[in-house]
């Protein structure tokens, strides 16, 4: 099949173009290298060492002989987007081409904007130029389970259904999201909906847990093939985040109780849930959502696993109890039905100790890149202005101002709201990243 993977230089989106090109797919990758610039403005970076596209892409044509076709550009451009799916003509398109980070949309009134722009309207683009260009492909969609929220009763696959008042129906699961970030799924899904709705458009709305995990089968195949592994306040994903504490023997950072619970998986099912969802598409037509994760802990549960392991290996480690910089429920039900994708064949690689071994031996390869003062988070949710990088500045507003106009990031005028015209008279630049890490228009 042809296959477009938007974001395919990100943590997830890289090695499932190299797993998807390796069962044979013909496999496109977009992405406009927006994480790896607000790593160079806000002080952070993978810890492991990543190459850049093209030279991943030239390694991946080596290592497998197979051929992967780069699209540097930003899907918030609509005549880049939309050329690249009339010419490339996906039969699937897979987006994981957002900012992905509640901790990032949480930090002030831009970053909020920023993350709502960036993620809605590129996936708005991408709706519009499906139906004109390519209206029988299929949009595979990441969302996350973050969505939600934690409600009292039992979480389903996206539908609800609901007796009210003597009468019945399936309605979309009422959704409680915790961020910005949260939210900008949550807008993303209505758009989705909608769209297949009134254009008869297909997709599935991937609601994904929390995703840990280093190495897939593609990844491991040559050092420059490897993917973005982020752990960070503002990038890190929790169980990442403890495994790396873990290698510098820092205490394990709770926020709060811990009793927080939410559901994971290995990145290798990440690859695996995606490919299922394309090999079974849904009619025309139909939005349907699979809630992707495989097993659920409270982070104390998870936070204890580290630790336990870590001693094994000889390292001895504090679980802390921090303030929860996040509004969250500390201890709640939860309950995530998650049975979709097992029926259409996946097989869970569960959390074992073996497995959190291998990732602790591969950090430990890198404990001298770890950059210990950027672990504690920064980003308070009770406030509206919060310091916005681990360096002296974020740069923020210069890259969105660069890639969309200055109108949506003034300050202090009340007629420079956000409205409708604003975005018109934005001006959408383009640019690529070269290599050596300089941005050049296109
Ligand atoms: N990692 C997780 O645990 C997790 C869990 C649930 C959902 N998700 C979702 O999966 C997706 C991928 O997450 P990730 O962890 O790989 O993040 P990532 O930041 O590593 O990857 C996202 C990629 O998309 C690119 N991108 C962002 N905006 C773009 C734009 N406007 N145009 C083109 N490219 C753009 C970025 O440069 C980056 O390479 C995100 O939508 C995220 O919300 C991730």
């Known amino acids: 099949m042809r296959l477009l993977v938007i974001g395919g230089d990100g943590y997830l989106g890289w090695p499932q173009a190299m797993f998807l090109s390796r069962k044979g797919h013909h496999v496109g990758v977009?992405?406009?290298f927006l994480h790896r610039q607000l790593d160079q403005k806000g002080g952070t970076d993978s810890l492991i060492p990543i190459c850049s596209l093209e030279e991943r892409i030239a390694a991946w044509g080596e290592v497998s002989g197979e051929r992967i076709e780069p699209f540097s550009g930003d899907i918030n451009d609509y005549a880049f987007i939309s050329d690249v799916i009339k010419r490339f003509?996906?039969?699937a398109i897979?987006?994981?081409g957002e900012q992905p980070s509640a901790p990032f949309s949480m930090i002030d009134r831009d970053h909020a904007v920023f993350t709502q722009v960036n993620n809605i309207v590129g996936t708005l683009n991408l709706l519009f130029a499906i139906k004109e260009h390519q209206p029988a492909c299929h949009l595979v969609k990441l969302g996350t389970m973050g969505e939600y929220g934690t409600p009292n009763i039992d979480i389903e696959e996206g539908f609800i259904d609901i007796s009210h008042n003597g009468r019945r129906d399936i309605l979309p699961y009422p959704k409680q999201p915790g961020s910005f970030y949260h939210l900008s799924k949550v807008?993303?899904?209505?758009?989705?909906?909608?769209?297949c709705k009134v254009w008869g458009l297909r997709s599935t709305d991937l609601n994904q847990g929390v995703v840990y995990g280093v190495e897939t089968e593609e990844t491991a195949l040559d050092e420059r093939l490897a993917t973005r592994f982020d752990y960070d306040g503002i990038w890190g994903t929790v169980l990442n985040r403890f495994c790396v504490q873990a290698v510098i023997e820092h205490p394990l950072t709770v926020y709060g109780q811990g009793g927080q619970t939410r559901g994971f998986l290995d990145i290798r099912d990440t690859m695996?849930?995606?490919?299922?969802?394309?090999?079974n598409p849904p009619a025309p037509g139909e939005y349907r959502v699979f809630n992707q994760f495989t097993e659920q802990f409270t982070i104390r549960q998870l936070a204890e696993l580290v630790k336990e392991t870590a001693r094994k290996k000889g390292l001895f480690l504090e679980?802390?109890?921090?303030?929860?910089?996040?509004?969250?429920?500390?201890a709640h039900y939860y309950n995530a039905k998650h049975t979709r994708l097992v029926d259409l064949g996946l097989k869970p690689h569960y959390l074992s100790d073996v497995l959190?071994?291998?990732i602790l031996d591969r950090l430990f390869r890198y404990r001298h890149r770890i950059r210990k003062e950027t672990i504690l988070p920064l980003v308070d949710w009770r406030k509206t202005r919060?310091?916005?990088g681990y360096g002296p500045s974020t740069g923020l507003q210069g890259l969105a101002i660069e890639l969309w106009g200055n109108r949506l990031f003034s300050e202090g005028n009340g007629a420079r709201s956000w409205s409708a015209s604003a975005i018109n008279a934005v001006p959408v630049s383009r640019w690529n990243m070269a290599s050596d890490g300089a941005v050049k228009p296109r």
């Open 386 to 388: 919060n310091p916005c």
């Open 272 to 279: 695996r849930c995606v490919e299922l969802a394309i090999l």
């Open 89 to 91: 003509k996906p039969e």
């Open 356 to 358: 959190l071994e291998s």
């Open 94 to 96: 897979i987006h994981y």
């Open 319 to 330: 679980i802390a109890q921090e303030d929860d910089p996040r509004v969250e429920a500390q």
């Open 30 to 32: 977009v992405d406009n």
């Open 187 to 195: 807008h993303d899904s209505h758009n989705i909906m909608f769209a």
